[in-house]
């Protein structure tokens, strides 16, 4: 079963960074996009950045030249390097994969759309 978790996620003052990490498990042969999003409080879950797995990336407005998104395909790890947090960044953050190929018995399946249960950033006013 494919599983993601997220991990990296607390408390950080303004200015500051944090690393948040994505790990993809469940016997993965490969995973096509991968994705962060957050949700801030009473608000919808919004797109942060995207990573395809050659590499290509896309970010929103607001973190354009702060997150840094990244990879490790070996590991089946995502990334996200946030820098100069704001109080607008807090909320909970979410790992998603698109298009994972995954081995079970009796070979390779595809699955769609899997999301880790998210981790929380939270940058005091």
């Known amino acids: 079963q494919v599983q993601l978790v997220e991990s990296g996620g607390g408390l950080v003052q303004a200015g500051g960074s944090l690393r948040l990490s994505c790990a993809v498990s469940?016997?993965?042969?490969?995973?096509?996009?991968m994705a962060w999003y957050r949700q801030a409080p009473g608000k919808q879950r919004d797109l942060v950045a995207t990573i395809t797995n050659d590499g290509n990336t896309n970010y929103a407005d607001s973190v354009k030249g702060r997150f840094t998104i990244s990879r490790d395909n070996h590991k089946n790890t995502m990334y996200l390097q946030m820098d100069s947090l704001k109080p607008d960044d807090t909320g909970v953050y979410y790992c998603?994969?698109?298009?994972?190929?995954?081995?079970?018995?009796?070979?390779?399946?595809?699955?769609?759309?899997?999301w880790g249960k998210g981790t929380q950033v939270t940058v005091p006013t």
């Open positions: 998603n994969a698109d298009r994972v190929r995954y081995y079970s018995i009796p070979g390779v399946h595809y699955g769609f759309d899997y």
């Open positions: 469940g016997n993965i042969v490969s995973v096509n996009t």
